[in-house]
Nanobody, 118 residues
Framework: QVQLVESGGGLVQSGGSLRLSCVVF????????VAWYRQAPGKGREFVAD????????NYADSVKGRFTISRDNAKNTVFLQMNSLKPEDTAVYYC???????????WGQGTQVTVSS
């Protein structure tokens, strides 16, 4: 079983920065993908960024390229999302997602609220 715990959300002014953290607990040996998704009020959940253990690549949604950076600290089983130049349209609940490469099972965190004021 895998559990994800996000933190780091909050209220920030437009142009500001936040860093989200996602700590992965449990049997993480076969977790190959950790991603961030977000869901704004009245909208569906959308992909933001992911980091893939093998081959060690990252991917970003076009809307956040150049502003957000996903990274990981393997020693702390933690994945970060550094968000710079935030815009009001980045306001959403941000969710961490992890996928087990062997079972295909996916796991979600509880979400952390990010609010960007104009």
């Amino acid at each position: 079983q895998v559990q994800l715990v996000e933190s780091g959300g909050g209220l920030v002014q437009s142009g500001g920065s936040l860093r989200l953290s996602c700590v992965v607990f449990g049997n993480i040996d076969t977790i190959n993908i950790v991603a961030w998704y977000r869901q704004a009020p009245g909208k569906g959940r959308e992909f933001v960024a992911d980091i893939i253990t093998h081959p060690g690549s990252t991917n970003y949604a076009d809307s956040v390229k150049g502003r957000f950076t996903i990274s990981r600290d393997n020693a702390k089983n933690t994945v970060f999302l550094q968000m710079n130049s935030l815009k009001p349209e980045d306001t959403a609940v941000y969710y961490c997602y992890a996928e087990d490469v062997l079972t295909g099972l996916g796991y979600w965190g509880q979400g952390t609220q990010v609010t960007v004021s104009s």
